[in-house]
Nanobody, 121 residues
């Protein structure tokens, strides 16, 4: 079994910062791309940022210059540093990763359970 568990969400004022973490655990052979998505009320889930196993990153235009994704391969962890937060960043943030479980060379896409980020004064 493979699990992704997020942490670090919460309530923050506009202009503030939060750091999300996501740890992958279980019977893992290899982790490939990792990323963060978000879903605001009444909207579709959207890509926020992704990072390859080699460290190449990609961001949604709406968060470029404010958010930074990083990962620690030794800890099977991906982070999302969110700065200069705006009310429109309010959403449930989901971690995602392409993982080959132990005994398989086929990558499967896994989702975390989500963590709420609320930006409000």
């Amino acid at each position: 079994q493979v699990q992704l568990v997020e942490s670090g969400g919460g309530l923050v004022q506009p202009g503030g910062s939060l750091r999300l973490s996501c740890v992958a655990s279980g019977s893992i052979f290899s982790i490939y791309n990792m990323g963060w998505y978000r879903q605001a009320p009444g909207k579709q889930r959207e890509l926020v940022a992704t990072i390859t196993s080699g460290g190449s990153t990609n961001y949604a235009d709406s968060v470029k210059g404010r958010f930074a994704i990083s990962r620690d391969n030794a800890k099977n962890t991906v982070y999302l540093q969110m700065n200069s937060l705006k009310s429109e960043d309010t959403a449930v943030y989901y971690c995602a990763a392409e993982i080959s479980p132990t005994g398989s060379h086929r990558a499967t896409f896994y989702w975390g359970q989500g963590t709420q980020v609320t930006v409000s004064s």
